[in-house]
């Protein structure tokens, strides 16, 4: 089956406690990218890649980041997580298809920071 | 700058009602709109998208979207609501500046009363 996995689904943690969510996906896809959906905002870019070894910022990269060791697979790190990053967050991928192609989302993690 | 807006933070429809969410945009040149729909506790799955041609685009489970370039308005519409509709709909173009980016909408919440 064609789908975008997460881990881990939930996670409370305290602030300053190095975590990673993990994103892969099996759909040979060559972008990937990481959200946060916040009430009120939509889904904001944290960072994104347009293939291994290509990242770059989003809209709201601060305090976090990112590798693409391999295609299929694009961690979300968070060297010293605060409070204001508790959030939901999406990873999702896509073929390129010259941005006309649909992206498809993982299950999400729900982030809590205390 | 480029934007999405969803006006109404919630719709109420009946069963069996059509239904209407509405989304405008701000874009240069031509758009790349599309709509996703997140059930809880899921990650966002896609429903119709429009980069060119006919107006009225047909997606998923039975919903469909007009375009409309006069208005900057991207409507998405069903003709006869269920109960199982009931979701957070988003609305999102793709950003001119980053091919592959979205901005996406603040969401709306249709609740399809039986």
């Known amino acids: 089956e064609a789908q975008v996995t997460q881990n881990p689904r939930y996670l409370i943690t305290v602030t300053g406690k190095k975590l990673t969510v993990t994103c892969s996906q099996n759909?040979?896809?060559?972008?990937m990218s990481w959200y946060r959906q916040d009430p009120g905002l939509g889904l904001r870019q944290i960072y994104y890649?347009?293939?291994?070894?290509?990242?770059d910022k989003g809209d709201v990269p601060e305090g976090y980041k990112v590798s693409r060791k391999e295609k299929r697979n694009f961690p979300l790190i968070l060297e010293s997580p605060s409070p204001n990053q508790t959030s939901l967050y999406f990873c999702a991928s896509s073929l390129t298809g010259r941005g006309r192609v649909e992206q498809y989302f993982g299950p999400g993690t729900r982030l809590t920071v205390t | 700058a480029q934007s999405v807006a969803q006006p109404e933070d919630q719709v109420n429809v009946a069963e069996g009602n059509p239904l209407t969410v509405k989304c405008t945009y701000s874009v240069s040149g031509n758009p790349y709109l599309f709509w996703y729909v997140q059930y809880p506790n899921r990650g966002l799955q896609f429903l119709l998208k429009y980069i060119t041609g006919d107006n009225l685009v047909k997606g998923s489970y039975g919903f469909e979207a007009e375009f409309n370039k006069s208005q900057t308005s991207f409507h998405l519409k069903k003709p006869s609501a269920l109960v199982s509709d009931s979701a957070l709909y988003f609305c999102?173009?793709?950003?001119?500046?980053?091919?592959?980016?979205?901005?996406f909408g603040s969401g709306t919440r249709l609740l399809v009363r039986p």
């Open positions: 999102a173009v793709r950003d001119k500046d980053s091919s592959y980016k979205l901005i």
């Open positions: 890649s347009m293939n291994v070894e290509v990242t």
């Open positions: 759909m040979n896809h060559e972008y």
